[in-house]
C-alpha cells in the first residue's frame, strides 16, 4: 500500500518560516518525481512546485519562486518543502504527489498518489 504523509503544518506569523516533509512508503521512492501543491478554501488546487526522481527541481510556480525551495532524500524516502518569508496568501492546504512520468508535471491528473495534506496558515 502506497501512503505519502505530509507533517510540518502549523501556524505562522507573516515573514516566518515552516519546513514541510512528505515521507513515502510502499513504492519505490527514486522512481517518482515529487510534486507539492496547495489548495486555499474556495480555490482550486494548484501547483507549487516539482522535483525529478534525482532531486532536481524542475518547477516554481511564480508565487513562490525565491521563497521556496523543494528538496528530497531518496535514501529516508523524504521530501520537503522550506518555506520562507511567507505571505498571508500561502494560507492553504498543502499536499505532496508522487507522478511516475518523467519531466515537468504540473498538472495533477498525472500525479498517481497523493498525502493527506497538512494546513499551513499564515497569520498577518
Known amino acids: 500500500q502506497v501512503r505519502l504523509v505530509e507533517s510540518g503544518g502549523g501556524m505562522v506569523q507573516a515573514g516566518g518560516s515552516l519546513r514541510l516533509s512528505c515521507a513515502a512508503s510502499g513504492l519505490i521512492f527514486s522512481g517518482y518525481g515529487v510534486g507539492w501543491f496547495r489548495q486555499a478554501p474556495g480555490k482550486e488546487r494548484e501547483i507549487v512546485g516539482a522535483?525529478?526522481?534525482?532531486?532536481?527541481?524542475?518547477y516554481y510556480a511564480d508565487s513562490v519562486k525565491g521563497r521556496f525551495t523543494i528538496s528530497r532524500d531518496n535514501a529516508k524516502k523524504t521530501a520537503y518543502l522550506e518555506m520562507n518569508s511567507l505571505i498571508p496568501e500561502d494560507t492553504a492546504v498543502y499536499y505532496c504527489?508522487?507522478?511516475?512520468?518523467?519531466?515537468?508535471?504540473?498538472?495533477?491528473?498525472?500525479?498517481?498518489?497523493w498525502g493527506q495534506g497538512t494546513q499551513v496558515t499564515v497569520s498577518s
Open positions: 504527489a508522487a507522478s511516475g512520468f518523467g519531466g515537468t508535471q504540473v498538472d495533477p491528473r498525472n500525479y498517481a498518489y
Open positions: 522535483i525529478s526522481r534525482s532531486g532536481a527541481p524542475l
